[in-house]
């Protein structure tokens, strides 16, 4: 049996579709977990049935996370919010809260989390906070700038270094953090590049793309491989 990994859907609105980058499943599916797309909807008959059989969560990137969230109004055009995703994530991250069900946030999912428990964002980087090149152009899997891994830090002792390079395609990022986080790594110029919440087993986010590199850079399959190691040890308990 492998774990099953409830993952976060994109939405396209112009085509009023639902969709997934393969990285995000089959970079779960090389790590040894069996990822499921979960509906987008707020019904919490639906959630609770899909979110208690899952043994692990996977926020993905897309949209902006809407300013409301953290008591803000949008303060530029180019702000996309995605209120259906909102509603969705806060049930089902109060979920794997509430139960302790690890999770892995990317992009959008680190902002999200940020967001979720107190903290704030930059709501558009180029506008806020000028700095490293954050909107890389292809190819997605090679860096564009570098990250400092903070030292003792979960993600320092899993991948032993102390600094590295990392893809990057985001305009919103980490302002305030969330006193229920800790930083794990930080950019050049100053922003917060991971976080994970040292009260639960495992709730990590990064804001770089491993779902775009990890198939050339083994740091991106460790981070991968660790959460659904750690599913897996959820799926076990389950059984006993």
Known sequence: MKPLIGVMPLI???KESLWMLPGYMEGLIEAGAAPVMF????????L?????????FLFTGGQDVSPSLYGEKVRFSN????????REEKKVLSYALEHDVPVLGICRGI?????????????????????ANHCQKPPYDAPC????????????????????GVNSYHHQAIKKLSE?????????DGLTEAVYMPDKSYVHACQ?????SYKVNEDSKKIFCEFVRHSIDLMRKKEI
């Open 39 to 46: 509906p987008l909807t707020d019904d919490d008959a639906v």
């Open 208 to 212: 770089w793309h491993p779902e775009f």
């Open 145 to 164: 700038h570098m990250v400092k891994i903070l030292p003792g830090t979960p993600m320092q002792k899993l991948l032993k270094k102390n600094s590295m």
């Open 180 to 188: 229920r986080l800790v930083p794990e790594a930080v950019s050049s």
């Open 48 to 56: 609770g049935t899909l979110c208690g059989r899952m043994d692990g």
């Open 12 to 14: 396209d609105y112009e």
């Open 111 to 131: 902002q999200f989390l940020n967001a979720f428990l107190g903290g704030t964002l930059y709501q558009d980087i180029p506008n806020e906070h000028q700095g």
């Open 79 to 86: 702000i996309s919010p995605s209120p259906e995703r909102d």
